[in-house]
């Protein structure tokens, strides 16, 4: 997608190339991925007192006891989640938008659930004031997924889930991918789960901390 971004500010090439150069030191390959990360301003997704750290490779408060992820867990979660190609994705946790903009840059249509109404709200007016629109936001529960618009190629959680949602693992295409930390908040790992015509193959990519998925009661 094309966006019409805003200069930088505070922030600067050189300190974005830093970072992207981090990632690629750390095991990031997928050049499409990391000209995602090097387009969208990150330093917009936070607050103003912390857009100075904004291309920093750590996670960063966001309010509501959220966090936008740290660079490289969004680059590694991405990376994987496209590694088949991926053309409509389903995100759980919208959150301040910010992975949402990457899904954008590199999917054709993005559909995005979000639980907490002030930044459901905050990602809808941002991600559209950068010109995307290839996304659908909702309201709601995403441990339920968006059956409406199911069967995805991919779908990204990004909260932590005590077990794997089984609604999620249903509106998986075939060949389709599923990547989600699960875990409680003492040890968690994220996992690539794709779909094949002998059932779910799980891989373990990582060791991660993410705040968890709250789901509503039911």
Not at 126 to 140: I, S
Request: with cysteine; hydrophobic share 40%; net charge neutral.
């Amino acid at each position: 997608m094309n966006t019409r971004l805003p200069g930088i500010g505070m922030t600067s090439a050189r300190t974005r190339e830093r970072l992207l150069q981090r990632l690629r030191d750390n095991g990031i390959h997928d050049e499409t991925v990391l000209a995602a990360l090097h387009k969208v301003p990150r330093h917009l997704f936070v607050d103003e007192a912390l857009a100075s750290r904004a291309y920093e490779d750590t996670a960063l408060p966001i309010g509501h006891n959220q966090t936008i992820s740290q660079p490289y867990i969004v680059a590694r979660m991405t990376e994987h989640l496209f590694a088949n190609g991926a053309r409509r994705v389903l995100e759980i946790g919208t959150g301040c938008g910010y992975q949402t903009a990457i899904l954008c840059e590199l999917a054709q249509e993005v559909y995005s659930v979000e639980r907490l109404a002030p930044l459901h709200l905050s990602a809808r007016r941002l991600l559209q004031e950068l010109g995307y629109r290839n996304f659908r936001l909702k309201l709601g529960d995403g441990s339920a997924g968006w059956p409406e618009y199911a069967p995805y190629d991919g779908i990204l959680v990004t909260a932590a889930a005590a077990d794997v949602p089984m609604a999620l693992l249903g509106q998986l295409v075939p060949g389709g991918r599923l990547v989600i930390p699960v875990g409680t908040p003492a040890r968690q790992e994220l996992l690539g789960i794709r779909l094949t015509d002998e059932g779910y193959i799980r891989e373990c990519l990582d060791a991660v901390n993410f705040v968890p998925l709250i789901q509503d009661a039911s």
